[in-house]
């Protein structure tokens, strides 16, 4: 909240705060019998009071709580207005009293006044306020809300064309040397694979076994491409029912696993996804010779930030000499 001001909705509440008060005094000091001089004198001083309370706290908040940040002047300050404000509705209930009465000593007005003005006008500066906290925290979460939608996006962005460029990397090295029923088969599975990332595009986080279908899809595409420097492996330890993933994230890391290991002649690739209670886990072998991994990818880092952004989990990276392991938490949708 940079700035408390008021807006269309605030003074609607306000006047339909004051007449409903307006109605109670009437009830209330026709039963206490006033003459209609102390009712309608009183109504108009209601009104007057409790505009001018609202309007001194409105400046106050600005100046004090949210400029300059300082709660003692703020308090002081709040105390100072109660009893001017409940000060000049003594001396208005004095000059309009049916009956003459005497002024109290100081200490008594001190008392007098504060009750006058605060216990008037507290309610309705704390809806006020109420409803103003309210509407703001509503105007932040719609704000983060897009900031999320459009940060999500911006990563799927740079992910998506990132995969398409080593598929049509795949094709092309597929067609020189493989038979027709085998390019059929492989286009076939990319397909597969693309009309899933297709109507799956807009999904935040998408069915975990849907993942995994769409993972074989790429086992195949990969075990084609590269015979024997690849192999891939599902151990479901727990069933996969009823858990989600980042939209894409099983595709990311398998994509890493390829892009940082090649195979040798003597060598194969392995990589397991393990699917447990909590996590997906997806462990590779390591090629040889290996370089030491200092810090995630620009894929992992995006896989990352998309964790970060749709929930309070991150990835967990497990490297050691032989094997580089890849935890992704499930996630659980809250009806």
Known sequence: MNTFKFNRSDYRFILIYLLGAAIWLLFRWNVQNYTSFEIITGLVGFVIKNLLLLYMFRWLINRYLIVKKNYVVF???AFVAWEAVGFLDMWRDYFTAHQPWELPSFEIMLIENFHRSATDSVMLIGLVLGKKY???KLDTIALLNSQKDLELKVLRAQYDPHFLYNSLNTIDALIDYSPKEKVKEYIGHLASLYRYLIHTRDEDIVPLVNELGVAKDYFYLIETRFAGD??????EREPPLAHYLPHGALLTVLENVV?????SSDETITAKVIIEKKSVSIINSISKPTRKVTSMGTGLKNLNKRYRLLSDH???IEEKDSSFNIVLPLLHLIE
Do not use: Q
């Open 259 to 263: 892009k940082h290991n090649a195979a």
């Open 134 to 136: 309210y509407e703001n």
């Open 75 to 77: 308090i002081v300050l």
């Open 314 to 316: 991150t990835i967990r």
């Open 230 to 235: 690849y192999s891939f492996e599902i151990i």
